[in-house]
């Protein structure tokens, strides 16, 4: 059983920049891909971003893509995702999760991962 414990959510004016830590704990494999994903108010989750269980991939919603930075995975028992150049639009409930996804076109999908975090909220005011 993996533990998945996000922090680093808060808020922040438009412009403004946070990073988000998901300490990842239990379980046998480090061969998990590790996602994060954000729920607005009124809407459903969605994906951000994702990287491969060995460091070496990545993959950006397009919404995010060139602001975001996702880091760690593998080895590492801790994923962050650096956020710059927010907008009001990230507002939202960031989650991390963990999978053994077995194909890249699954790692946008909720379904495709096994564990998830708590969440932790983002709020950027404009």
């Known amino acids: 059983q993996v533990q998945l414990i996000e922090s680093g959510g808060g808020s922040v004016q438009a412009g403004g920049s946070l990073r988000l830590s998901c300490a990842a704990s239990g379980g046998t494999s480090t061969r998990y891909d590790m996602g994060w994903f954000r729920q607005a108010p009124g809407k459903e989750r969605e994906f951000v971003a994702v990287i491969w269980w060995t460091g070496g991939g990545r993959y950006y919603a397009d919404s995010v893509e060139g602001r975001f930075t996702v880091s760690g995975g593998g080895a590492k028992n801790t994923v962050v995702l650096q956020m710059n150049s927010l907008n009001p639009e990230d507002t939202a409930v960031y989650y991390c999760?963990?999978?053994?996804?077995?194909?890249?076109?699954?790692?946008?999908?909720?379904?495709?991962?096994?564990?998830w975090g708590q969440g932790t909220q983002v709020t950027v005011s404009s």
């Open positions: 999760a963990a999978g053994l996804v077995p194909r890249n076109d699954l790692l946008v999908m909720e379904r495709a991962y096994d564990y």
